[in-house]
């Protein structure tokens, strides 16, 4: 599958996670090992170049006691309409494979004659 786009609401929780991060005194090095992630991968996330995963974030809101709606306080209704355009895109996409790939599966099985009832039946509607 192909690597989601990092979006500007990724890099704003990157910089409130670098924001929360230092006013707890905290270095990379120390944060990424409580969250058990590379200080390489924090450091991707706090620059805004790869997209959070959820697990981190939510571990990341935990050790640092910081409510997780905090890191998406700053997120723009305009930001969030991009992202869910976006995402509505991506999954479009994901789904419409899916099916195809379900189809083939189940229409291959199928006896020439199904096969006309499920053309017949796609016809009416």
Same mark, same amino acid.
């Given at each position: 599958?192909?690597?989601? !786009?990092?979006?500007?609401?990724? @890099?704003?929780?990157?910089?409130?996670? +670098?924001?929360? &991060?230092? *006013?707890? $005194?905290?270095? !990379?090095?120390?944060?990424?090992? @409580?969250?058990?992630?590379?200080?390489? +991968?924090?450091? &991707?996330? *706090?620059? $805004?170049?790869?997209?959070?995963?959820?697990?981190?974030?939510?571990?990341?809101?935990?050790?640092?006691?910081?409510?997780?709606?905090?890191?998406?306080?700053?997120?723009?209704?305009?930001?969030?309409?991009?992202?869910?355009?976006?995402?509505?895109?991506?999954?479009?996409?994901?789904?419409?494979?899916?099916?195809?790939?379900?189809?083939?599966?189940?229409?291959?099985?199928?006896?020439?004659?199904?096969?006309?009832?499920?053309?017949?039946?796609?016809?009416?509607?």
């Amino acid at each position: 599958m192909a690597k989601l !786009a990092v979006t500007e609401v990724d @890099k704003s929780i990157g910089k409130k996670i +670098q924001i929360r &991060r230092k *006013e707890l $005194g905290l270095t !990379a090095a120390e944060l990424s090992e @409580k969250v058990g992630i590379s200080q390489q +991968q924090l450091s &991707r996330y *706090e620059r $805004g170049t790869n997209k959070i995963n959820v697990t981190h974030l939510f571990n990341i809101a935990y050790i640092t006691r910081t409510p997780i709606s905090w890191f998406f306080a700053s997120c723009t209704p305009e930001m969030a309409a991009l992202i869910v355009q976006s995402e509505a895109a991506t999954y479009s996409v994901v789904a419409d494979h899916e099916l195809t790939q379900r189809l083939t599966q189940v229409w291959s099985k199928l006896s020439l004659e199904q096969q006309k009832s499920v053309i017949s039946l796609l016809d009416q509607m």
